[in-house]
């Protein structure tokens, strides 16, 4: 199988390195034989070569079984409104011209780690959700955007067409079906006209799942209900901007970023990434906690090879790890904490 | 001092009810004369004259010293995406034609009830927030918005002007000078053109103000950070979306939506209410809790009567009913609980 290595800015490249020890390992005990191929992509990639998202990264990713992205993101981009280049855009491009219309976020706790969470421990144990944010379109992407010629007024364009909205909406039903059977549609229907066309697609397809609930709710209710009592959800639809922010409130279920793995699915090869950011404040350091993607990599055996067990194995041995403390000092709390490599040696 | 009263649909009528008999006892006092001067809004609205905000809601508003509001919503119009006239329709034309820009909505944990809080404790004792969500633009008012001729295509804009962002940034200034000078800017500038623009005005406007320090960070972040140490956050500034989403859900960390007010500032009268919905299941049962909207009249008080000692005895008051138990069912934890009406009475 290929994989394509997209480490990417900051912590990427140090945590990619412990899942492809881990990956290896697996191959090793399963019998499967992998060829990486690296490319470059974010900031990285505009040092390098001017774009964020270079043609050669795309044509090492299209040609792969999947791809393994670490992060994106230098602080030199972010306070600088003006910047012409930023590496976000090469993270949108990948997006867009891989097809990955459907991100992947699940949410659960690990029974080591609950005491971590803000959270009561009564009101998360046996959180088990999955966004699927839509990925490809909404206010990421549409056009018109931009500033008005005096540069006083700036706008963005919200737009989803039918089709991007149902092919969602397939998949989170199939999810469902897997599942508790609840699917929870997030909108702003109230006040958004592409809200709007959201519910009624959902609506529509309904009939097509009779075994799937359907709930919708408006997405600043979800934001509370999710920390009030994230057990009632199973597994949530939703738009690109309410997805990045909602998925991003649920990893503090868990208790830590570090874990949170996330897959991207869509029309063309399947890509993971854990769904913390690229933290430049620890770049370099060998501090960084890798498991949220070498969770990511348990995902790609799951969804791109269709190996549940060797996903599980991989699951198995982050468990093992947390419960016998091979952590690193995110989640060490006083007691005796390992860098970024070891715990990526001992996992492999 | 003329008070119009809105109490809009749902337990709008039953908390507006409470609120007005302690803004009596407050004039009784203290020794003020109220007029208050009731009038319709949302689906109440609806029902009675087609229009969600008639003019004579609008007229009697304009002629008042302050707004005191309930909620509006009704489900009927939630669940079909194609009803011409929402209740909401009328709550957005009554923000923008009273020229309610800035949502002032605290965040704080009251000693008595801190422990039915979803977080924990240490997380959350002694928060001290303050949201100023922009409330009149943005994309809940932006064009164009709508559908394409065929249906199959919706879209919003997201719009704003360097002059909408600036007046609601200075007043964010300026409730920081009066706290702990901490102004965090909440956008999404890797990604949207309206929020670079955010960024950039208020970049401009910081040497204006030496004595208070700016944090730049993105909404995702903050949805993140408001849950694991909302200490952190003095005075927030945000766009009118990511305000709606992100005060929502900080309302879980105080342990009760019906304890939370909120104002509405901007360049005409004043507006009050709490933050929670018109909660139809609730409505006519004499359940609901009042105190939100006790608390908003306290900000009535504060903001638009220069009275802060009446303001601090409604909120000392509240404490004590909090303290005492003179609870609704809702925080009562299978003590003795209350009804509204009485809540109401045993405040005043
Ligand atoms: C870096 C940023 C553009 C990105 C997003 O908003 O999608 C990130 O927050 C994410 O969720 O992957
Ligand atoms: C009812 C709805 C239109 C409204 C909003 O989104 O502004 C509400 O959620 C609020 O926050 O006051």
Redesign the interface.
């Known amino acids: 199988m290929n994989i394509a290595l997209l480490p990417g800015d900051g912590i990427g490249p140090e945590v990619i390195d412990q899942a492809v020890k881990v990956v290896k390992a697996v191959g090793k005990k399963f019998g499967h034989e992998f060829t990486f191929n690296e490319a470059v992509v974010g900031a990285t990639a505009i040092d390098k070569t001017g774009d964020p998202y270079p043609d050669a990264t795309h044509e090492i990713c299209m040609k792969s079984d999947a791809v393994l992205f670490g992060a994106i993101?230098d602080p030199k981009?972010?306070?600088d409104?003006?910047a012409k280049v930023?590496p976000?855009q090469g993270l949108?491009k990948m997006r867009k011209n891989l097809g990955l219309f459907s991100n992947v976020r699940p949410t659960f706790t690990f029974n080591s780690l609950i005491h971590k969470s803000?959270?009561?421990k009564e009101?998360i144990e046996g959180t088990d959700l999955v966004f699927l944010r839509e990925l490809t379109s909404g206010?990421?992407f549409?056009e018109p955007?931009?500033?008005s010629e005096q540069g006083?007024?700036?706008?963005?364009?919200?737009?989803?067409?039918?089709?991007e909205i149902s092919r969602l909406a397939r998949m989170g039903f199939e999810f469902a079906q897997k599942r508790r059977k609840l699917l929870t549609c997030v909108d702003?229907?109230?006040?958004?006209?592409?809200s709007?066309?959201w519910?009624?697609t959902v609506?529509e397809l309904e009939p097509e799942y009779p075994d799937v609930k359907v709930e919708?709710e408006f997405?600043?209710?979800v934001?509370?209900r999710l920390?009030?009592?994230p057990k009632a959800y199973d597994v949530l639809i939703t738009e690109n901007?309410?997805g990045?922010?909602?998925t991003?409130?649920a990893?503090?279920i868990s208790g830590s970023?570090g874990l949170m793995p996330s897959a991207s699915l869509g029309t063309h090869v399947k890509l993971f990434e854990p769904i913390h950011g690229s933290y430049p404040q620890a770049a370099g350091k060998n501090i960084a906690n890798p498991l949220a993607t070498v969770l990511s990599a348990a995902m790609m055996f799951e969804y791109a090879f269709n190996l549940p067990e060797e996903a599980k194995a991989i699951s198995d041995v982050v468990n093992l790890s947390l419960e016998k403390g091979i952590v690193t000092e995110d989640i060490a709390e006083g007691e005796k904490s390992y860098s970024t490599s070891e715990v990526g040696d001992w996992l492999a």
Not at 152 to 163: G, R, S, V
Not at 188 to 194: E, G, I, M, R, S
């Open positions: 993101g981009y972010d306070n409104p003006k930023r976000e949108l803000p959270l009561k009101r206010i990421y549409g955007r931009g500033r006083d007024k700036a706008f963005d364009t919200n737009i989803y067409t039918k089709e702003k229907a109230n006040v958004l006209a592409t709007r066309l519910r009624e609506q919708y997405v600043d209710a934001a509370m920390i009030q009592w901007l309410f990045d922010i909602l991003d409130e990893s503090v970023m």
